[in-house]
Every structure is written in structure tokens, then in C-alpha cells.
């Protein structure tokens, strides 16, 4: 299987169409969604404009709910749409496995992290107990999982410390999966604050991890074991079909939280988010490629590890210091990306933050490609 099969080309057509009706979805149910947040008590205070008229004004909070209702829409009539290739002939999963049970499992999963992290923003649920959302989100996935349990032994290392080309982990690759989905969940989570960010950051990934499914695709096929092959190909088919509505509904939604805000997407929207990207990575077999792509998450997490345990103060918001005089945002004692931005590049407005940040991760995300693509022979076959 390649993108020089008819079928499979498609099928990304198809679900890209649907996907951009998800766009246009998103963009009329935000405006609605939003009076009803509001009206409910659910909204939030913009508070890089404390100090300003602006910084008094009541934000709508969680909208994450609408585009994560759009995108299991989205999700469920692609489904279908393989339903009917696999009537015709044309299967996304080999022979004698059923493809719709990974459907199904990652649907439930992400369905149950949208639920949890709606209640989140509705309970403002404790740190530490929200830090465990995610991996009771990934039950349905886990037991579903019916994949391999091994992890490619970079080459490198074989000779040296005489490990195999695969290690199975058996049961602690479960293991691995739920820390996965504890992390891309809360990653994206932390790296948030100015107006933007967390919907800009999500919309790159998903961008990235589409761009690699699509080249992996398009490699031509040749390798010897054409049943190992193929399953990978199938597998980022599957998870192009789970990041192409990501990517729309998440480019409609940035339309409404880009700066100046008129809405928040809430803890809803940051660990769906994070939770289906895992779950693609999971579900594509290529989770540890995903980690290059979420370089700037991971270098976020790792620095605000003293806050995070508390052995530096915590603060509920760790957001820079807004001078209402210039407008301009400066650095704070707090140990994460954006302030180490300002205190390295200097103090600049919102905006400017944001996009300095995302350059960031488009940056990463490009260096991540060229490494891989660099490398590759020298850590896998
Ligand atoms: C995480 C961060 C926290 C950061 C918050 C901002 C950690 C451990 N937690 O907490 O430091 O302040 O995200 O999302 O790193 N808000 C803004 N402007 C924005 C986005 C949010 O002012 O662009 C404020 C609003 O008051 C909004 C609130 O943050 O109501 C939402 O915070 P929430 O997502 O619940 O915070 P956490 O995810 O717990
Ligand atoms: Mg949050």
C-alpha cells in the first residue's frame, strides 16, 4: 500500500473534504457556542491586559467543546467512508483484523478525554488529580490495543550493548502508552498563556505529523516483508484520517482565540487535543518520531519540572508581567518556554510572544524532519 494506490488516495481526498467541512462547522458553532459558556459562568479573565479596560472583559472559556464535537463528527463519517472501501475491496487494515475496533477505541478515548477535560474547566479539578486525566481516557485504547509491544533498538546501540533489533516490552509497553498520553496531553497544556498558543501549537503538530504520514506514504515500497510494510503504511493512513479534522477544526478555532481573544479553549480543547495526537502516534506506530515533533513541549516540561514538584513555588498562572504603560509583556522568576523567550529575547508584546513561540515550533518540527530524513539508515533499517 502507497499513495499509488487509487483507493487510498481517495479515501485522503474524501476525508480531507470532510475535514474542511468541519472548518466551516467550527466557524458557526463557535460564535453560538460561546453565548452559551458565558451564560453558564463559564469564562475567564484575559489576564496578560490585567490592568487594562480590556484585561476586565469576560472571556467565554472551554470552546474546545465545539470544535472537539465537530472533530468526532468529523471522525465518525470518515469511518464510514472506509466502511464503504472496505465493501468494495479496498481495506485500511490487513486481512483477518478488524479495522474498526481501532476506530472505535481511539473514538472512545478521545471522546472520554473531551468529557474529563470539560469537567475540568467546569470544576477547576486539582493539579495533581488532572495531571491523571488522560491515562483514565486511555483505558478504552489500551485494552483495545491489539499492536505490536516492541520498540526498534536504534542501530547504534545494538552492537555496542549486544541488544537485539527489537526489545518487547510486553506489559510495560501499556505502560509506555499511558505516560505517552500523560504527556502530549499536559505538554500542550503548560505551554499556554498568551492568546493563541495553545490552539497554534496543535495546529503545527498536526500539520507536521500529516506532512510525515504523506511522506511515508509516498516512499515507494520497497521493502522485503511486505506484511510489515504494509501494516505501517496503514498505519499512517490511519493517522493522516485522525489529523486531518485536527488540523481544520483546530485552524477554525484559532480564528476566534488568536490575539486579542474573543474566546478560551479551555482545558476541553488541551487535552483532547493532546490526547488525539497520542493516540495517532500510538495507533500509526511511529510515537517515537512524534516526541521529535514535540521538541518545545518537551524542553517546556523538563524546565518547569522544579515548579511543577514544587520544589520552586508554584504559582495557579505562570504568565509573564504585563507593563499596561507599553503594552509590552517582560519576563518573570516563573520556569517555563514563554518567559525564558522574553528573558532571552527580551520583553514584546503578546502577539509577538506567540509567534515567537510557534516559529519556534515550526522550527523544530522542520529540524526534526531533516535529522530524520538525514539519518535515516544510521539508527533503523
Ligand atoms: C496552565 C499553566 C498556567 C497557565 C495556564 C494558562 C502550568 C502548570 N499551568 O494551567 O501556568 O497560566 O495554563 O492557560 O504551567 N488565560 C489567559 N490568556 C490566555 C489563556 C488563558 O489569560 O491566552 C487565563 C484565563 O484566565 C483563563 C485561564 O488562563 O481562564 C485558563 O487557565 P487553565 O487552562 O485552566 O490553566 P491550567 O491549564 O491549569
Ligand atoms: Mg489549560
Known sequence: LNLDDGWAKRSLLVSALISWSGFAATRWLVPIAKAYTLRAGLFGYDINKKGTEAGEVRVPEALGLASGVVYLVCIVFIQQLHHYDHALGAGIMPKGRDW?????AALATICFMLFLGFADDVLDIRWRVKLVLPAIA????????????SVVIPKPLRGVMGLPDFLDLGFLYTVYMILLTIFCTNS??????VNGLEVGQTFIISCAVLFHNIMELS?????????????MANGHLFSAFLMLPLATTSFALLGFNWYPAQVFVGDTYTYFAGMAIAVAGILGHYSETLLIFLLPQLINFVYSL??????VPCPR?????????T???HATPNWNLINLVLHLMGPCGEEALCVRVLVM?????????????????????
Open 188 to 193: 500542550i497544556n503548560i505551554l499556554a498563556g
Open 317 to 325: 498562572h505562570r504568565l509573564p508581567r504585563l507593563d499596561p504603560r
Open 327 to 329: 503594552g509590552l509583556l
Open 306 to 311: 522544579p515548579q511543577l514538584l514544587k520544589i
Open 100 to 104: 474498526r475496533s481501532d476506530y472505535n
Open 361 to 381: 515550533q515550526v522550527a523544530c518540527c522542520a529540524v526534526g524532519f531533516g535529522a530524520k530524513w538525514a539519518l535515516q539508515g544510521v539508527f533503523h533499517d
Open 138 to 149: 486511555a483505558l478504552p485504547l489500551v485494552v483495545a490495543y491489539s499492536g505490536g509491544t
Open 219 to 231: 516512499v515507494p515500497d520497497a521493502s522485503a516483508n511486505k506484511a510489515a510494510a504494509g501494516a
